[in-house]
C-alpha cells in the first residue's frame, strides 16, 4: 500500500454497538434505478451498513474491494451511504460492490446524525463521511461498529468477518 500521511481525527460521539440505529429517508441506488427509502424498510435482517467518503476516493474504492473479497453481500444485505450522487453511485456500482446499494446524502445529514462528518481540510462547506461501518440485526440493534479515528483507516475485515458469523450463527 502507498504511503500516506496519517492525520488524527477528532473525537466523536458516534453510534455505538447496543444503541439501535436512527432511521433516514434518502434516495437508495442499485445498479439499476434509484428510489426514496428508509433503513428501517430496507433491514430486514442482517445488514453491514457501510459509510465511505465520496465515490472515486481510494477509500471507497479499497472499502467496495473489501466488500467483494470477503463475499458480504452474499451472506447479509450490505448498504453503503455517503455524500455523493446518485450518478456517480450508479457509475461505482457499475464496477465493483455485486449486490451492494448505496444511499445518497449530498446534504450530510445522515452523516451528521451517525457522528461520522468529517470537515475536508481546506475546502469551506464541503464534508464527507469518515469511514465507519455497522452491523445491524433486523430491528436495527448495532451489533458491530467501527469508527476510523485516522485518515485514512481502514476497518479490520477479519474482525467484520468474526461479528457476522456471530449474527449468522
Same mark, same amino acid.
Given at each position: 500500500m502507498p504511503d500516506f500521511d496519517v492525520v488524527s481525527l477528532p473525537e466523536t460521539d458516534h453510534v455505538a454497538e447496543g444503541d439501535t440505529a436512527p432511521d433516514f429517508t434518502r434516495p437508495l441506488v442499485d445498479a439499476e434505478y434509484w428510489e426514496?427509502? +428508509?433503513l428501517d424498510s430496507v433491514v430486514d435482517? !442482517?445488514?453491514?451498513? &457501510? =459509510?465511505h467518503p465520496m465515490d472515486g476516493a481510494f477509500q471507497a474504492t479499497y472499502l467496495y474491494n473489501t466488500v467483494d473479497e470477503?463475499?458480504?453481500a452474499d451472506d447479509l444485505d *450490505? &448498504?453503503?451511504?455517503s *455524500? +455523493?450522487?446518485p450518478y456517480a453511485h450508479k457509475r461505482l456500482l457499475g464496477e465493483r460492490a455485486d449486490? &451492494?446499494?448505496i444511499f445518497s446524502d449530498p446534504g450530510a445529514g445522515v452523516i451528521e446524525e451517525y457522528g461520522l462528518a468529517h470537515d475536508i481540510d481546506g475546502m469551506t462547506g464541503i464534508t464527507e463521511t469518515r469511514p465507519a461501518v455497522f452491523l445491524l440485526d433486523g430491528d436495527r440493534? *448495532?451489533?458491530y461498529a467501527w469508527v476510523a479515528s485516522d485518515h485514512p483507516e =481502514? !476497518?479490520?475485515a477479519e474482525a467484520i468477518d468474526a461479528a457476522v458469523d456471530d449474527l449468522l450463527d
Amino acid at each position: 500500500m502507498p504511503d500516506f500521511d496519517v492525520v488524527s481525527l477528532p473525537e466523536t460521539d458516534h453510534v455505538a454497538e447496543g444503541d439501535t440505529a436512527p432511521d433516514f429517508t434518502r434516495p437508495l441506488v442499485d445498479a439499476e434505478y434509484w428510489e426514496d427509502r +428508509s433503513l428501517d424498510s430496507v433491514v430486514d435482517g !442482517p445488514t453491514l451498513l &457501510v =459509510f465511505h467518503p465520496m465515490d472515486g476516493a481510494f477509500q471507497a474504492t479499497y472499502l467496495y474491494n473489501t466488500v467483494d473479497e470477503h463475499g458480504w453481500a452474499d451472506d447479509l444485505d *450490505v &448498504v453503503g451511504l455517503s *455524500v +455523493s450522487t446518485p450518478y456517480a453511485h450508479k457509475r461505482l456500482l457499475g464496477e465493483r460492490a455485486d449486490g &451492494v446499494r448505496i444511499f445518497s446524502d449530498p446534504g450530510a445529514g445522515v452523516i451528521e446524525e451517525y457522528g461520522l462528518a468529517h470537515d475536508i481540510d481546506g475546502m469551506t462547506g464541503i464534508t464527507e463521511t469518515r469511514p465507519a461501518v455497522f452491523l445491524l440485526d433486523g430491528d436495527r440493534s *448495532v451489533e458491530y461498529a467501527w469508527v476510523a479515528s485516522d485518515h485514512p483507516e =481502514f !476497518p479490520d475485515a477479519e474482525a467484520i468477518d468474526a461479528a457476522v458469523d456471530d449474527l449468522l450463527d
